[in-house]
């Protein structure tokens, strides 16, 4: 079972990314999937969910209409876009498996950094 985030790196205030989780060895179509994220010194934060079939989402007022989470039940991957990036959006960001009221998995993370 593999949860793996890939599309982290440093960007400028203002910019853009976007982040993929890819699923293996579960049946990911049967998980809500969240996106979480940590910065040094703080505690997690969600971030953003999606549900099953991808009809309905929810944001933290923190990235409310400058992030959005979708999914690809084919792929098995769970995307987050972040559009204009704050330097307070800086964090590990992790993907996490969502299914009758626990997480069964967790990814290792990637890297976010925004600076000039």
């Known amino acids: 079972v593999q949860l793996v985030e890939s599309g982290g790196g440093l960007v400028q205030p203002g910019g853009s990314l976007r982040l993929s989780c890819a699923a293996s060895g579960f049946t990911f179509s049967s998980y809500a999937m969240n996106w979480y994220r940590q910065a040094p010194g703080k505690e997690r934060e969600l971030v953003a969910t999606?549900?099953?079939?991808?009809?309905?989402?929810n944001y933290a007022d923190s990235v409310k209409g400058r992030f959005t989470i979708s999914r690809d039940n084919a792929k098995n991957t769970v995307y987050l876009q972040m559009n204009s990036l704050k330097p307070e959006d800086t964090a590990v960001y992790h993907c996490?498996?969502?299914?009758?009221?626990?997480?069964?998995?967790w990814g290792q993370g990637t890297q976010v950094t925004v600076s000039s």
């Open positions: 999606i549900t099953i079939t991808g009809g309905s989402t």
């Open positions: 996490a498996a969502y299914r009758r009221g626990r997480y069964d998995y």
